[in-house]
């Protein structure tokens, strides 16, 4: 079945720590992917998405994100992690022979130690 | 109006009730998306509209839930004798076509059911 996978439930990092959280989807074509922040109270917003071409793209925050087709994966990375960081994280897709339904991992609750 | 809008943003109704949850999207916008988070879950998908286009309701849950999206522009998500594990947040999303894919989420409606 196409899916979207994000392994990692919870992560706790350091302020200034390196992040990385990890999303692997499904699909026998490559999708549009997108990642989505929720902070507590907020609704969700695009951080970044890749749709085609370099496949190292820059979003909002400081964040980026590598596609790797070989790995069926889109992970988001940040070099050092601030405060304000701490939030959820979805990876999603639209799965092109889906009828362009955009479907979403179940989330990384990100938690930042001062 | 500058984001998606939904009404009301919480809603408390007694086990058994009908309740209907509303969502303006973007004006222009073709596509629009319901979804359901449940504490600590990640977001279910439940039905999506692509202009005239008939709609994607794979994912509603049972036959208590339907949608309808009137003249291209307002949702109505119902749903009927509302069971407590109905309650959840109701999130609506528009994009503005089918392949620019990029979705803008409302705040939410807060649904408990007593």
């Known amino acids: 079945a196409q899916s979207v996978t994000q392994p990692d439930i919870h992560i706790t990092v350091s302020e200034g720590a390196s992040l990385e959280l990890r999303c692997n989807y499904s699909?026998?074509?490559?999708?549009?992917l997108f990642w989505y922040v929720q902070s507590p109270g907020q609704g969700l917003q695009l951080l970044l998405k890749?749709?085609?071409?370099?496949?190292l793209v820059q979003g909002i925050k400081g964040f980026e994100a590598e596609f790797k087709r070989s790995q069926s994966s889109f992970n988001l990375r940040k070099p050092s992690v601030h405060w304000s960081d701490a939030a959820e994280y979805f990876c999603a897709v639209v799965l092109t022979g889906g009828g362009n339904k955009l479907t979403f991992g179940t989330g990384t609750q990100l938690k930042v130690e001062l | 109006g500058a984001g998606v809008s939904q009404s009301p943003s919480n809603k408390v109704t007694e086990k058994g009730k009908d309740v209907e949850l509303r969502c303006d999207p973007i004006?222009?916008?073709?596509?629009l998306y319901w979804y359901r988070q449940s504490l600590g879950q990640g977001l279910e998908f439940l039905i999506y509209f692509q202009g005239n286009s008939a709609p994607d309701k794979s994912g509603l849950p049972s036959d208590r839930f339907s949608a309808e999206r009137t003249g291209g522009s307002v949702s109505t998500l119902t749903i009927q004798r509302t069971q407590q594990e109905d309650s959840a947040v109701y999130l609506c999303?528009?994009?503005?076509?089918?392949?620019?894919?990029?979705?803008?989420f409302g705040q939410g409606t807060r649904l408990t059911v007593v």
């Open positions: 004006s222009g916008h073709t596509a």
């Open positions: 699909y026998g074509a490559t999708p549009y």
């Open positions: 890749y749709f085609s071409g370099d496949t």
């Open positions: 999303a528009s994009s503005p076509g089918s392949l620019s894919t990029e979705a803008f």
